[in-house]
């Protein structure tokens, strides 16, 4: 019975393994719950005892440890907690992204990034060839007042 334990762990921990190793999101999550599941199995698999119940026993009748079904029953609360957490999170990067393969993903990101680093750059440009104009709505700081300041601390108190 213990060896159908160990394969069924041993089976649940490769196959979540491979998943996690696939560019997809969704099957790296679901290589996440494989991987959880095999955890319950491996606490279910240790505590294999014969024994009655552990309340309302007999003094010296054998008697099965509560711990590890305690163990199993949080560890599968944590596992489904963490894949409803991943599983909201890959819809959003979905939403946003419209793709579930990290490479895309990433490409995606480096597009971004280069576009910021393009408008910082610019930004620097322009502020370096006009040092003392400023944008519409900015205010230079030897244009301030004290009761300009003192009003703006008043509104943002509000």
């Known amino acids: ?49 014969r024994g009655g ?14 711990l590890p079904q305690a163990l ?9 907690a963490t894949v409803a957490l991943l599983l909201a999170l890959v819809h959003r990067a979905v939403v946003v992204f419209r793709t ?11 597009e971004h990034e280069a576009g910021l680093e393009r408008q910082r750059q610019a930004d620097r440009e322009e502020t370096e060839t006009h040092p003392d104009e400023t944008h519409p709505g900015e205010t230079h700081p030897d244009d301030i007042r004290p009761e300009d300041e003192r009003r ?7």
């Open 1 to 49: 019975m213990i060896l159908a334990f160990a394969l069924a762990a041993a089976v649940l921990f490769g196959s979540g393994a491979y998943l996690l190793l696939k560019r997809d999101l969704i099957r790296m999550v679901a290589g996440i719950m494989l991987i959880s599941q095999c955890a319950v199995v491996t606490i279910i698999a240790a505590a294999l005892s």
């Open 100 to 110: 579930a393969e990290q490479d895309e993903l990433a490409a995606t990101e480096a």
């Open 53 to 66: 119940a552990a309340i309302a026993v007999a003094p010296g009748d054998a008697v099965s440890d509560p």
């Open 72 to 80: 199993a029953l949080t560890a599968l609360v944590i596992g489904l």
């Open 152 to 158: 703006a601390g008043r509104e943002r108190g509000r």
